[in-house]
């Protein structure tokens, strides 16, 4: 019974009536993408809280494809979606905020949503994350990941021949139809982490869990248009009012 209620509350199933009325909402982060099949969109979104003290509001919700967006409809998903492993089945990491990481090892669980099968990653902790930029000047989808290729770590400086980043936790930020960027987010987990009691005391060898996130700028001119198939990669909708996401 106590199992059933915790999987109940982690993902809620409402039913959005055609009619339902809600306030419209200005949202700073706003993005979505379709599922590997495109039966189905994720929304990601966050919002200010709407008292002057309140936290934001943020949330991922699944809903069938071609159904107007309004929030805690469809299948809210309690957690960070990280890749797509197959069509039906979404790797998702959930991160207990404001503990240091005991081990590096994960709680394994799984739920549904809709006839797709969620891997739940349940981490005890976190180390915080950290940014890297890199470049490149070619990219191609296959098998549920995205190839990018000549990549340097400044223009004219070579480091790579190619990088694969899984689809799932990767955006588009663009400009009507040239993409600026690529946005890849990934967990790093590794067992060199120190922690600095004092001055004469430092413990090392401890478990760290980092949330990486990589900028790809392309430096040559990609069109969204020129691509054949964007499902499983997040694109920015942000505007004003739910009734202008679909």
């Not at 309004?70 to 990280?82: A, P, Q, T, Y």
């Not at 890749?83 to 990481?101: A, C, F």
């Not at 005991?102 to 349940?122: C, G, P, S, W």
């Not at 890199?134 to 021949?161: A, C």
Request: proline share 2%.
């Amino acid at each position: 019974m106590k199992q059933t209620l915790v999987i109940f509350l982690a993902i809620i199933l409402n039913s959005c009536l055609s009619d339902t009325k809600q306030t419209d909402y200005e949202y700073y982060e706003f993005i979505s993408q379709k599922s590997l099949d495109g039966k189905y969109e994720i929304y990601k979104y966050c919002r200010t809280g709407m008292m002057a003290f309140s936290s934001d509001i943020c949330g991922l919700q699944m809903q069938k494809a071609g159904t107007e967006f309004k929030e805690n409809c469809g299948i809210r998903i309690n957690g960070h979606l990280i890749k797509w492993i197959s069509k039906d089945t979404l790797e998702v990491t959930r991160l207990e905020l404001g503990h240091r990481p005991k081990d590096t090892i994960a709680r394994i669980t799984y739920q549904k949503a809709y006839d797709l099968t969620l891997k739940v990653l349940n981490y005890n902790g976190n180390s915080g994350g950290n940014l890297r930029e890199l470049y490149f000047d070619g990219l191609k989808i296959e098998n549920e990941k995205m190839i990018f290729t000549n990549i340097q770590v400044k223009k004219d400086k070579p480091y790579k021949t190619a990088m694969t980043v899984n689809l799932g936790d990767l955006q588009i930020e663009n400009k009507n139809d040239t993409i600026t960027k690529f946005i890849f987010e990934d967990l790093a987990l590794s067992m060199n982490g120190t922690y600095k009691h004092s001055e004469d005391s430092t413990e090392i060898n401890l478990p760290r869990i980092r949330r990486v996130t990589t900028y790809f700028h392309p430096t040559e001119i990609i069109k969204i248009s020129e691509l054949s198939n964007l499902n499983g990669i997040y694109i920015n909708k942000k505007t004003t009012g739910n009734n202008g996401y679909k």
